[in-house]
């Protein structure tokens, strides 16, 4: 794939990925991929750009998802990437406050959705009272 000082040219995406450029211009018109420019305006795709080509055609050529539900699964995946982060910093900020206070966590606790510690269960005998 013939690759500029910064990206790779619609050409070079479109004959690699087997797409006619017309198709990568909806896409781009559709605010599915956003490659950049060059003074001269050339459209270049980064390695980013093409990952999430990637993704695009394997939606629609794959599985049959049109533009309409590749846009909502695009925006969901990036929710959910910016939620992880979120939950990262917390759990970053949770370990330096016990720390802090000498609590240790486990350390698979991040990769936990709900922490757990081991538990005991006491089970009772049940007592059984006569019905009138």
Sequence with gaps: MKRRAKGYTISAVATHYGVHQQTLRLYEREGLL??????????LYTETDLERLELILGL????????A?????????EKME???QEFNRFFEMLRDYAARDGVQ???????ALVPSRPTITVRTANKRTPRD
């Design 105 to 111: 966590f486990d350390p698979d606790a991040r990769e």
């Design 82 to 84: 910016q939620m992880q």
């Design 34 to 43: 956003k490659p950049s420019r060059t003074e001269g305006n050339i459209r």
């Design 60 to 67: 629609t050529r794959d599985l049959g998802v049109n533009l």
């Design 69 to 77: 539900g590749v846009e909502i699964i695009l925006n969901m995946r």
